[in-house]
C-alpha cells in the first residue's frame, strides 16, 4: 500500500456511500482514488483504528463486519472555546 497515512485512510472512509460500510467497500473507495492495495494490506491498517477507538465495528446478523467513523482528526477545525 502507498504511504497511507492513518488519517487520509479515516477521510476515504468518511467519503463512502454509507455510513457503515464494509472492508470491501473502503477497498473499493481506495482503488476508485487510485491507491492500490492487498486485502490483507487493508485489514492491517483498518484493525489498529478500530482498536484504538477511531473507528467502531457493528457486525450483522449475518456475520459481516460493518466499520464506521467514531473519531476523525482532521475533522477537527473548531478551536477549543477557554
Not at 479515516?10 to 473499493?28: R, V
Amino acid at each position: 500500500m502507498q504511504q497511507l497515512t492513518d488519517e487520509k485512510l479515516l477521510s476515504f472512509i468518511k467519503i463512502c456511500e454509507s455510513e457503515f460500510n464494509t472492508l470491501a467497500e473502503i477497498h473499493k473507495v481506495l482503488i476508485q482514488n487510485n491507491i492500490k492495495c492487498s486485502i490483507e494490506e487493508l485489514r492491517l491498517k483498518i484493525l489498529p483504528l478500530h482498536r484504538e477507538g477511531y473507528i467502531g465495528n457493528e457486525p450483522t446478523d449475518d456475520g459481516v463486519n460493518m466499520y464506521y467513523i467514531i473519531f476523525n482528526p482532521e475533522d477537527t477545525t473548531e478551536s477549543p472555546t477557554t
